[in-house]
């Protein structure tokens, strides 16, 4: 059976924005240029959009499914994007109108795709081959486009055959699904070798990757509380997810720093951008900061370069905020250090394409980010993306297929909640002014998780309980009489609390359930002593 690759209308939409934006100042001239000429500008357009936003899908979808052959990716994406638009173009022809073409069938598209310039330029040099072909047609240009594409897809065939023939033959048989249209394979009309073909087949062209050099944003630590992170048997949640995110932290640490690759990223084994997907309050943040912590512990012990960071997108009338992303992202792509970049609330960072439509700064934002995800910047493996969101599919398509989403759910169970409870009176059940017995933690348990109290809210509820319990008036008079001796202040803290007990906690979760639901039923249904 044949592979099918599949790219769906959302996938192709996302990328004609990315292009949009990408080539905006092409377009636009173009725009003028042809100004006199709508019928013409017209369908250049149509023919440019449809090309660029299949390019794009097509290449994002092949890096992932063949790392490390960038160009071969590159060539491909070509054959099929131009082999979509002249399959376009058939059905819109009339098959029973004669047409006057004045294609030249011996075009040069060696003068095309050129070898010795950027992906971008080379992108860009269709769509000005394109405009070029079409300069002199006085009738309907709609034949010579559709002749230009066609001729196009079967040079690149032909190209893509002379460059890498292992290449070629792995992928021939591939057949694309894009938005209904079938590409059945590769198909050469026309064998001709290219010749003189100057570019290397795994090489990286420095220059396809965004500049940034002009602003230089360093990347800061990110600061965490470490008093704040939990042990790891105090994290409520699927073992297996902290398990695996683990196991990427790993795999981070066995980065080559002499060859700048990490093994595992060339063996497709390390997935380095990792999206915690859950409702607020469900420890996300928790499960994130030991994760740091975890990493930081690796960094000491085995004497690496680890910096833990967040991305800073701030905006400054100086530098702008796409400049400082670029600066950043071409930090990481560097590969001089190991990178833990933990984005909280990751739907803020990257917004939906309707939203940044409005606003060209987001959308600029949306653009490159989707570029570091696809490997515009090289993933040499050095680094780690971790992100949370409340709701993953809110996400752009393109930037949610980059990660791996774990679904974090926190608390699942009555039991997870009754342990939750637990251990957020840990330090009361220490000090002994905690009465709470096993059973009475399972009935709070069922009455926050039957009540729909996030893990958040009970945890707050726990803390508050723990600070009201503390003795205050007689309390804060004793410690300040200790003000030079702070192992008797917190000593005498632990012992001026009165008791907390399972009705007082009971009482507090009720209250709370009452308020969410704006109803007093739920009262009813348990007993409060």
Request: with cysteine; net charge negative; aromatic share 12%.
């Given at each position: ?135 002199d047609i006085e009738s ?59 570019i290397e087949k795994n ?103 680890l910096l833990i960071t ?220």
């Amino acid at each position: 059976m044949k592979p099918v690759f599949d790219i769906d209308r959302e996938t192709l939409d996302y990328n004609l924005n990315f292009a949009g934006s990408k080539y905006r100042s092409f377009l636009s001239n173009l725009r003028i240029k042809l100004d006199k000429n709508p019928d013409r500008l017209s369908k250049i357009i149509n023919s440019s959009r449809k090309y660029l936003e299949t390019y794009h899908s097509a290449k994002s979808l092949l890096e992932r499914e063949f790392f490390g052959h960038e160009n071969s990716n590159q060539i491909l994406s070509q054959y099929v994007s131009s082999k979509v638009v002249s399959n376009s173009l058939e059905e819109l022809i009339n098959d029973n109108r004669q047409f006057v073409t004045y294609f030249n069938t011996d075009f040069e598209f060696g003068n095309v795709w050129k070898d010795n310039l950027p992906e971008y330029e080379k992108v860009k040099n269709v769509l000005i081959n394109l405009e070029e072909a079409t300069k002199d047609i006085e009738s309907d240009s709609l034949p010579v486009i559709n002749e230009f594409f066609s001729a196009y897809s079967n040079y690149m065939a032909n190209y893509l055959l002379s460059f890498d023939s292992d290449y070629f033959e792995n992928v021939k048989d591939i057949q694309w699904n894009i938005d209904g249209q079938i590409i059945d394979g590769i198909k050469i009309e026309d064998r001709r070798p290219i010749e003189n073909i100057d570019i290397e087949k795994n090489e990286i062209f420095e220059d396809d990757k965004p500049k940034g050099t002009d602003f230089f944003t360093p990347l800061k630590p990110f600061l965490y509380d470490k008093n704040k992170v939990l042990p790891r048997n105090e994290i409520i949640g699927n073992e297996n997810i902290i398990k695996e995110i683990e196991e990427s932290v790993k795999m981070l640490f066995c980065y080559n720093t002499k060859e700048k690759i990490n093994p595992f990223i060339v063996k497709k084994r390390f997935h380095n951008s990792i999206l915690l997907d859950g409702m607020p309050g469900s420890g996300k943040t928790e499960l994130s900061r030991y994760i740091m912590w975890y990493a930081d512990e690796l960094n000491n012990n085995t004497d690496s370069n680890l910096l833990i960071t967040s991305l800073d997108i701030s905006s400054s009338m100086y530098d702008g905020n796409i400049q400082k992303l670029r600066s950043q992202l071409n930090q990481i792509s560097k590969g001089d250090k190991l990178y833990l970049i933990f984005q909280d609330e990751l739907n803020q960072l990257v917004k939906n394409p309707e939203i940044t439509e409005r606003d060209s700064g987001k959308a600029d934002i949306l653009f490159e980010f989707q570029k570091f995800l696809e490997g515009d910047y090289i993933n040499r493996g050095n680094y780690i993306l971790l992100g949370t969101t409340n709701i993953a599919t809110n996400l752009p398509r393109p930037v949610y297929d980059r990660f791996e989403v774990f679904n974090w759910k926190g608390v699942e169970n009555v039991e997870d909640m009754a342990n939750l409870i637990q251990f957020k009176l840990k330090e009361g059940i220490i000090s002994g002014y905690v009465n709470i017995n096993s059973d009475e933690y399972y009935e709070l348990g069922k009455i926050a998780y039957e009540g729909g109290l996030s893990a958040r809210e009970s945890s707050n509820i726990c803390t508050k309980s723990l600070k009201n319990a503390f003795r205050k008036e007689e309390g804060i008079y004793e410690v300040h009489k200790f003000k030079e001796d702070l192992e008797k202040q917190l000593d005498i803290i632990d012992k001026m609390h009165n008791e907390i007990n399972y009705s007082m906690i009971a009482s507090n979760m009720i209250d709370r359930i009452n308020t969410k639901e704006d109803s007093r039923e739920v009262s009813k249904l348990y007993k409060v002593v």
